[in-house]
């Protein structure tokens, strides 16, 4: 019975004390603040580290699906039909993206690098062979036409246009457009004026960089992981029209801060799209068995300014703002006209997309997204959707290394995915002008054709390309030739890329165990008040037994009577 009574007692003091540690350590969080700051301490950018291991050369592969939009009625856009496009792809590469000359600074409180991005065919990924076939817009030409529209070279090319029967659409092989070819037009063209005289949307991009980074390493704040202080030089941009639009915020896309919240903004600059933007948080998932937080970029971060006014800084010149979905970043290409929106026009003005046959903007797959594991840095997915280009070059500027036209809100923690297109504006001044030199006796019919400076007539051209997540269009204003007097004004999408990657299996693995770990800590507190709940019930049934049964009347009555 003394045994009994023992374990009895001791069952209650374990249960109390049990109880008001593991309500202490919730209370005060205990071991998930030694979790977060192991976690903390772990996640820099230094050497020696798993963390700038994964950083400075991502293990799982990255690939790049183009999907090109082939246009299949040609002689009826020039007579002013709707555009009708085909969707076709992907062609996939591998995409290798280590940095390198990575040098650390300021007591490893910041480290420069470059990023440079070099591409291999994978056919057993793709359609079919980069021999295949695309009809799309002539942007060569288009892109001269508007570089030399006020020179005299104007006429030149127009007759140039004319000999050798250059029109405003054409046909070429995908290795071709992507990587570039030897053009007629630019090569007669050099005659005159010093150019390059190939065009790729991917023209001499293969291998080379965006320019150089400076990144915070996370020593002194680890919110500040892999966040850029600064780029090519400069901490803040002077393209457009407001300090906060200027501002370089966030991650380069490729890495973030860990212990991500719900209730955080995410920002990413792109150099691509010449400024930074921001996802919020959406829902939750999984990714190959690892938990995580999706992000997207909201609407209102391409929309005009009558739905998000802060966007006002965007508008290039001051006051002209395009409709919701488009970005011009002409100011930042060297004058290129290009635009940035969504694919299949996703999240843009409705009247892009019903001006094209064959598109279909869907949420699931145009929506730029990204999937972080909210504890640990770590990628585990990726899915980005790029436009690229680069304009000026075909136009025969030297373009630097960090203007590289491509969207990219980055490579994801766990999972992105983003989307841009490539666009043409033709002015309809130029349209006309081009018309008079090519076909001179039309001159008397078309001086009604220019007022206040400019005809009413302008034609949109998109070549879609390469995003870095989110979904974004690149749209270029180009001039034209009589071929086009009768086409409406429109934007023609030409090609968008996904660009993806897929955790490996073995980082899978450590991230899953990672999470586990870190999961069975964070827990240790309700373990313990599990244990104290336990020890109480065995507690209670150990006293019930210490008492024993209730007596009963006759057990009650005395052995002896007087």
Not at 269 to 286: N, W
């Amino acid at each position: 019975m003394r045994l009994l009574s023992c374990c009895v007692y001791f069952t209650g003091i374990a249960c109390v004390l049990l109880l008001i540690t593991g309500i202490s350590m919730v209370l005060t969080r205990v071991f998930q603040n030694l979790v977060h700051n192991t976690i903390k301490q772990q996640i820099i950018l230094e050497n020696g580290t798993e963390a700038f291991s994964v950083w400075e050369s991502p293990p799982p592969p990255v690939y790049m699906q183009f999907y090109f939009f082939n246009l299949t009625n040609p002689e009826e856009v020039l007579k002013g039909d709707r555009p009708f496009v085909e969707q076709i792809g992907p062609y996939t590469y591998r995409e290798y993206r280590p940095k390198v000359e990575v040098k650390f600074m300021d007591n490893d409180t910041r480290v420069d690098a470059l990023n440079p991005k070099t591409y291999v065919f994978q056919l057993d990924m793709s359609r079919g062979p980069e021999d295949e076939l695309v009809r799309t817009v002539n942007i060569p030409a288009l892109t001269v036409m508007t570089r030399f529209k006020d020179s005299m070279l104007s006429r030149i090319i127009a007759d140039l246009m004319k000999w050798k029967s250059v029109g405003l659409f054409g046909t070429y092989t995908v290795r071709d457009l992507l990587w570039g070819y030897e053009d007629p037009l630019l090569k007669a063209l050099q005659t005159f004026v010093k150019l390059d005289d190939h065009f790729g949307l991917f023209y001499q991009k293969n291998g080379t960089d965006d320019g150089d980074y400076i990144f915070l390493t996370g020593k002194q704040n680890y919110q500040d992981f892999a966040r850029i202080d600064e780029w090519s030089g400069q901490r803040s941009l002077s393209w457009w029209n407001s300090s906060q639009c200027n501002m370089i915020n966030g991650t380069d896309g490729s890495s973030f801060h860990p212990l991500i919240e719900k209730t955080e903004r995410l920002y990413i600059f792109s150099s691509d799209l010449c400024r930074s933007l921001y996802a919020l948080y959406e829902s939750e998932v999984t990714v190959q068995g690892v938990p995580a937080l999706r992000f997207v970029p909201p609407a209102e971060v391409f929309a005009n300014t009558s739905i998000n006014p802060d966007n006002a800084g965007f508008c290039v010149p001051a006051g002209h703002c395009l409709g919701s979905g488009l970005l011009n970043v002409s100011v930042c290409k060297e004058g290129a006209p290009i635009i940035m929106s969504s694919p299949h026009f996703y999240q843009a003005d409705p009247k892009f997309a019903h001006d094209i046959y064959g598109m279909n903007p869907i949420k699931e797959e145009h929506e730029t997204f990204v999937d972080l594991n909210p504890v640990c840095e770590r990628h585990s997915q990726m899915n980005r959707f790029i436009a690229e280009a680069d304009w000026d070059r075909a136009a025969g500027s030297k373009a630097s290394s960090g203007q590289r036209l491509h969207g990219a809100a980055g490579s994801l923690q766990v999972s992105p995915c983003e989307q841009h297109q490539i666009g043409l504006e033709i002015d309809g001044y130029l349209s006309s002008h081009l018309r008079l030199l090519m076909e001179p006796d039309l001159c008397r019919d078309a001086s009604h054709e220019r007022e206040n400076g400019k005809p009413a007539g302008v034609i949109t051209l998109v070549c879609v390309g390469e995003v870095y997540a989110p979904h974004l269009t690149l749209v270029l204003f180009l001039p034209v030739s009589s071929q086009t007097e009768n086409i409406q004004t429109l934007v023609f999408p030409v090609m968008y890329i996904n660009e993806s990657v897929l955790i490996d299996q073995e980082s899978a693995r450590k991230l899953r165990a990672a999470v586990t770990d870190a999961n069975i800590v964070i827990n240790i507190p309700f373990m313990v008040i599990s244990a104290g709940i336990l020890l109480g019930i065995i507690f209670i049934i150990l006293m019930c037994r210490l008492q024993g049964p209730p007596s009963t009347k006759a057990e009650r009555q005395p052995l002896l009577s007087s």
